[in-house]
């Protein structure tokens, strides 16, 4: 990338909450508290279901993927976001931004991929009982979560290269806290066609059409429920379902209002926030709604501290 004055732009200048300066010693403690609540907490139930034999059907399987994907999704933004917050100067080599961007992307890709999974195996847990075990055979549920991880690794590559190889002259600050897509887009001089295309195309692909099809797996699980189940059997059905629910509309809804939004009606703040909401804060919620509610789960760590601290 050469400017137009024949100097190579190596660096990206970070001005990451530039609004909230006054905050910055209140959000690196924030930022740090959230960032180890989620390690530790997503951590432990990828622990829990490996080690207990009870969470091994294909709920938990997902289950501990996603955990696992939350895990690497912030730790790609959270740990620099931190050393930034205590620099007075934050920058960014071209190259670490260009590897941020690609881990952002692969890690969000997949956790829409593990979402849509996981609403599927609800859908043919409720919806398709007696088909259950043959839907979701083990090879089956391998062959989701790759396909996943794939899709992750195809869209990352392609969307970082055709967004990296524009032309960037002169301008080499981001006024964002991490490489997003539009900030880093912004500082292009040629013409952004491919990258908003690309841009686009992931939004489609992989937030409006996964949340369609996990809104399509509830409406059917819904009318199942409603039409054959008992008060008592609503009630479970719900519980088991509303975890999973809820975490999709933080996700999906965050996300959302952050890519869909016309770029006329946004401003760097904003943005910001948004952004700050769907990558740091909405990974803390995984382990919490999926442990208070969920009987399996508590049972779990109960047998796990039981054998292995209250034992010594």
């Known amino acids: 990338m050469v400017g137009d004055n024949g100097t190579a732009v190596t660096e990206f200048i970070l001005l990451g909450f530039s609004g909230f300066h006054s905050l910055r010693g209140p959000l690196f403690w924030g930022v740090l508290c959230i960032y ?68 952002f992307s692969f890690f969000g890709v997949t956790e829409c991929c593990l979402l849509t999974a996981m609403a599927y195996d609800r859908y043919a847990a409720i919806c398709r009982p007696l088909h259950y075990t043959a839907l979701m055979k083990p090879g089956a549920c391998t062959s989701m979560v790759g396909a996943s991880y794939l899709m992750g690794v195809i869209t990352g590559a392609i969307h970082s290269v055709c967004i990296f190889t524009l032309p960037f002259h002169g301008a080499n600050t981001i006024y964002h806290y991490m490489c997003d897509i539009m900030p880093v887009l912004r500082l292009a001089t040629a013409s952004t066609f491919r990258g908003e295309v690309g841009k686009l195309i992931i939004t489609i692909f992989f937030i409006v059409t996964p949340f369609m099809l996990i809104m399509t797996s509830y409406a059917c699980i819904l009318a199942t429920i409603l039409g054959v189940a008992t008060s008592q059997g609503r009630r479970k059905v719900f519980s088991t379902c509303s975890s999973h629910l809820f975490v999709v509309i933080l996700f999906f809804g965050s996300a959302s209002v952050a890519y869909l939004r016309p770029e006329s009606g946004s401003s760097v703040d904003t943005d910001q926030i948004y952004a700050f909401f769907y990558t740091v804060v909405t990974p803390m919620f995984n382990p919490f709604v999926y442990t208070l509610r969920n009987k399996e789960v508590t049972g779990a760590m109960k047998w796990l501290m039981h054998r292995y601290f209250w034992s010594l």
Do not use: K, W
């Not at 907490?41 to 622990?47: A, D, K, P």
């Open 36 to 103: 180890l609540v989620t390690l530790l907490g997503n951590s432990l139930i990828v622990v829990l279901t490996l080690a207990d034999p009870a969470l091994r059907s294909p709920m938990y399987f997902f289950l501990r993927h996603f955990s696992l994907v939350e895990i690497l999704y912030t730790s790609t933004i959270a740990p620099r976001m931190l050393v930034d917050l205590l620099s007075p100067r934050p920058t960014i080599p071209l190259v670490s931004c260009f590897i941020q961007m690609y881990f």
